[in-house]
Protein backbone atom coordinates (compact mmCIF):
# COMPACT_ATOMS: atom_id res chain seq x y z
CA UNK A 1 0.00 0.00 0.00
CA UNK A 2 1.19 3.22 -1.00
CA UNK A 3 1.01 5.64 2.32
CA UNK A 4 2.07 8.66 1.42
CA UNK A 5 -0.50 8.60 -1.60
CA UNK A 6 -3.46 8.29 0.56
CA UNK A 7 -2.60 10.18 2.95
CA UNK A 8 -2.80 13.22 0.21
CA UNK A 9 -6.04 11.76 -0.63
CA UNK A 10 -7.55 11.67 3.13
CA UNK A 11 -6.38 15.35 3.55
CA UNK A 12 -7.85 17.07 0.80
CA UNK A 13 -11.43 17.81 1.64
CA UNK A 14 -14.12 16.11 0.34
CA UNK A 15 -11.55 13.85 -1.69
CA UNK A 16 -13.47 10.57 -0.70
CA UNK A 17 -17.23 10.45 -0.31
CA UNK A 18 -18.35 10.89 3.35
CA UNK A 19 -21.90 9.03 2.69
CA UNK A 20 -21.44 5.13 2.89
CA UNK A 21 -20.95 3.01 -0.20
CA UNK A 22 -23.06 0.84 -2.03
CA UNK A 23 -20.93 -2.30 -1.01
CA UNK A 24 -21.92 -1.25 2.79
CA UNK A 25 -25.51 -0.74 2.41
CA UNK A 26 -25.40 -4.20 0.25
CA UNK A 27 -23.83 -6.08 3.04
CA UNK A 28 -25.85 -4.58 5.26
CA UNK A 29 -28.81 -5.69 3.48
CA UNK A 30 -27.86 -9.17 3.06
CA UNK A 31 -25.84 -9.97 6.14
CA UNK A 32 -25.52 -7.23 9.19
CA UNK A 33 -28.84 -6.32 9.57
CA UNK A 34 -29.92 -10.12 9.17
CA UNK A 35 -30.54 -11.53 12.86
CA UNK A 36 -29.85 -14.88 12.10
CA UNK A 37 -26.53 -14.15 11.14
CA UNK A 38 -25.78 -13.05 14.41
CA UNK A 39 -23.34 -9.87 13.54
CA UNK A 40 -22.33 -7.70 16.38
CA UNK A 41 -18.59 -6.47 15.83
CA UNK A 42 -16.57 -6.12 12.63
CA UNK A 43 -13.13 -5.51 10.98
CA UNK A 44 -12.98 -2.74 8.21
CA UNK A 45 -9.85 -3.50 6.95
CA UNK A 46 -8.35 -0.36 4.66
CA UNK A 47 -11.39 1.54 5.84
CA UNK A 48 -10.05 4.93 4.68
CA UNK A 49 -12.14 7.75 5.98
CA UNK A 50 -14.20 5.59 8.04
CA UNK A 51 -17.23 6.16 5.73
CA UNK A 52 -18.22 2.62 5.83
CA UNK A 53 -16.63 2.07 9.48
CA UNK A 54 -19.24 5.11 10.89
CA UNK A 55 -22.12 3.39 9.27
CA UNK A 56 -21.35 -0.27 10.47
CA UNK A 57 -21.33 1.07 13.61
CA UNK A 58 -25.00 1.32 13.60
CA UNK A 59 -25.41 -2.13 14.17
CA UNK A 60 -22.61 -3.40 16.56
CA UNK A 61 -18.94 -2.77 17.23
CA UNK A 62 -16.61 -1.81 14.48
CA UNK A 63 -12.68 -1.88 14.72
CA UNK A 64 -11.11 0.31 11.75
CA UNK A 65 -7.80 -0.63 10.18
CA UNK A 66 -6.31 1.96 7.62
CA UNK A 67 -1.96 2.16 7.49
CA UNK A 68 -2.40 5.65 5.94
CA UNK A 69 -5.51 7.79 7.95
CA UNK A 70 -6.84 7.61 11.34
CA UNK A 71 -10.19 9.40 11.22
CA UNK A 72 -12.04 10.08 14.74
CA UNK A 73 -13.08 7.58 16.99
CA UNK A 74 -16.86 7.85 17.74
CA UNK A 75 -19.54 5.54 19.66
CA UNK A 76 -19.24 2.12 18.39
CA UNK A 77 -15.48 2.88 16.48
CA UNK A 78 -12.22 2.33 17.05
CA UNK A 79 -9.68 3.25 14.62
CA UNK A 80 -6.07 2.43 14.14
CA UNK A 81 -3.48 3.20 11.93
CA UNK A 82 -1.39 -0.09 11.03
CA UNK A 83 -0.84 -1.96 7.97
CA UNK A 84 -4.00 -4.52 7.44
CA UNK A 85 -2.30 -7.68 7.99
CA UNK A 86 -1.35 -6.53 11.67
CA UNK A 87 -4.75 -7.48 12.85
CA UNK A 88 -6.14 -8.88 15.75
CA UNK A 89 -8.96 -10.36 17.59
CA UNK A 90 -11.93 -11.94 16.60
CA UNK A 91 -14.43 -10.55 14.81
CA UNK A 92 -18.01 -11.87 13.56
CA UNK A 93 -17.46 -10.27 9.80
CA UNK A 94 -14.22 -9.32 8.11
CA UNK A 95 -14.99 -6.27 5.85
CA UNK A 96 -12.72 -5.12 2.64
CA UNK A 97 -13.90 -2.74 0.59
CA UNK A 98 -11.63 -1.46 -2.27
CA UNK A 99 -8.66 -2.84 0.30
CA UNK A 100 -7.68 -6.10 -1.25
CA UNK A 101 -6.31 -4.90 -4.70
CA UNK A 102 -4.33 -2.53 -2.80
CA UNK A 103 -1.99 -4.84 -0.74
CA UNK A 104 0.57 -7.00 -2.56
CA UNK A 105 -0.30 -10.83 -2.34
CA UNK A 106 1.69 -12.08 0.38
CA UNK A 107 -0.55 -9.99 2.45
CA UNK A 108 -3.61 -11.00 1.03
CA UNK A 109 -2.48 -14.26 2.58
CA UNK A 110 -1.61 -13.67 5.97
CA UNK A 111 -5.49 -11.50 5.86
CA UNK A 112 -7.21 -14.54 4.65
CA UNK A 113 -5.64 -16.80 7.17
CA UNK A 114 -6.79 -14.67 9.97
CA UNK A 115 -10.49 -14.69 8.52
CA UNK A 116 -10.22 -18.26 8.52
CA UNK A 117 -9.39 -18.45 11.69
CA UNK A 118 -10.78 -15.53 13.70
CA UNK A 119 -14.23 -14.01 11.68
CA UNK A 120 -17.42 -16.05 10.94
CA UNK A 121 -17.99 -13.77 7.37
CA UNK A 122 -15.95 -11.83 5.04
CA UNK A 123 -17.33 -9.20 2.77
CA UNK A 124 -15.07 -8.57 -0.32
CA UNK A 125 -15.53 -5.69 -2.79
CA UNK A 126 -11.87 -5.21 -5.48
CA UNK A 127 -11.28 -3.84 -8.87
CA UNK A 128 -11.59 -6.95 -10.94
CA UNK A 129 -9.52 -8.67 -13.40
CA UNK A 130 -12.08 -7.85 -16.15
CA UNK A 131 -11.75 -3.92 -15.79
CA UNK A 132 -10.69 -2.67 -18.74
CA UNK A 133 -8.28 0.03 -17.31
CA UNK A 134 -6.29 -3.63 -16.07
CA UNK A 135 -5.56 -3.14 -20.06
CA UNK A 136 -5.89 -6.81 -20.29
CA UNK A 137 -2.69 -7.50 -18.28
CA UNK A 138 -4.25 -9.36 -15.30
CA UNK A 139 -4.07 -9.48 -11.52
CA UNK A 140 -0.67 -8.20 -11.23
CA UNK A 141 -0.72 -5.02 -13.49
CA UNK A 142 0.26 -1.74 -11.49
CA UNK A 143 0.66 0.93 -13.78
CA UNK A 144 -2.84 2.23 -15.39
CA UNK A 145 -4.46 5.26 -16.65
CA UNK A 146 -6.08 5.78 -13.49
CA UNK A 147 -3.24 4.26 -10.99
CA UNK A 148 -0.53 5.38 -12.01
CA UNK A 149 0.33 6.59 -8.90
CA UNK A 150 -0.07 3.99 -6.50
CA UNK A 151 -0.49 0.02 -6.29
CA UNK A 152 -3.44 -1.65 -7.56
CA UNK A 153 -3.39 -5.25 -8.03
CA UNK A 154 -6.37 -6.49 -9.79
CA UNK A 155 -8.11 -9.28 -8.23
CA UNK A 156 -9.56 -12.32 -10.87
CA UNK A 157 -12.93 -13.77 -9.51
CA UNK A 158 -12.47 -17.39 -9.91
CA UNK A 159 -9.10 -17.35 -8.39
CA UNK A 160 -10.37 -15.33 -5.32
CA UNK A 161 -13.12 -18.15 -5.13
CA UNK A 162 -10.78 -20.93 -5.38
CA UNK A 163 -8.64 -19.35 -2.37
CA UNK A 164 -11.75 -18.89 -0.48
CA UNK A 165 -12.95 -22.37 -0.95
CA UNK A 166 -9.53 -23.89 -0.35
CA UNK A 167 -9.46 -22.68 3.43
CA UNK A 168 -12.67 -24.06 4.11
CA UNK A 169 -15.26 -20.66 3.28
CA UNK A 170 -18.46 -21.50 1.84
CA UNK A 171 -19.26 -18.96 -0.83
CA UNK A 172 -22.25 -16.85 0.05
CA UNK A 173 -22.76 -13.96 -3.11
CA UNK A 174 -20.18 -13.80 -5.46
CA UNK A 175 -20.21 -11.22 -8.62
CA UNK A 176 -18.97 -9.00 -11.06
CA UNK A 177 -19.92 -5.97 -12.31
CA UNK A 178 -19.19 -2.69 -13.27
CA UNK A 179 -22.30 -1.11 -11.88
CA UNK A 180 -20.91 -1.12 -8.53
CA UNK A 181 -18.49 1.45 -7.44
CA UNK A 182 -19.46 4.20 -9.94
CA UNK A 183 -17.96 7.87 -8.93
CA UNK A 184 -17.95 11.32 -10.90
CA UNK A 185 -16.78 9.74 -14.32
CA UNK A 186 -15.47 6.51 -13.34
CA UNK A 187 -17.41 2.95 -13.09
CA UNK A 188 -14.83 0.32 -12.70
CA UNK A 189 -15.55 -3.31 -12.63
CA UNK A 190 -15.09 -4.74 -9.32
CA UNK A 191 -15.85 -8.62 -7.97
CA UNK A 192 -17.77 -9.16 -5.06
CA UNK A 193 -17.46 -12.10 -2.41
CA UNK A 194 -19.48 -12.65 0.21
CA UNK A 195 -18.25 -16.16 2.56
CA UNK A 196 -18.85 -17.82 5.73
CA UNK A 197 -16.68 -20.22 7.68
CA UNK A 198 -18.34 -23.42 7.13
Not at 81 to 105: A, K, T
Not at 122 to 137: N, P, V, Y
Amino acid sequence: MDKNYWENIYNKEDAVPAEPSAFALFIVNMLVDQKEHNIHSIVDLGCGNGRDSYYLAKYGTVVGIDLATKPDDKTNVTFLQRSMDDIEGQHDLMYMRFSLHSIPEEVEEKVLNHAMKYCKYLAIEARSTADKLSGGKGENSVETSYASKHYRRYIDKDKIVSKLKNRGFNILHVSESDTYAKYKDTSPTCVRVVACIS
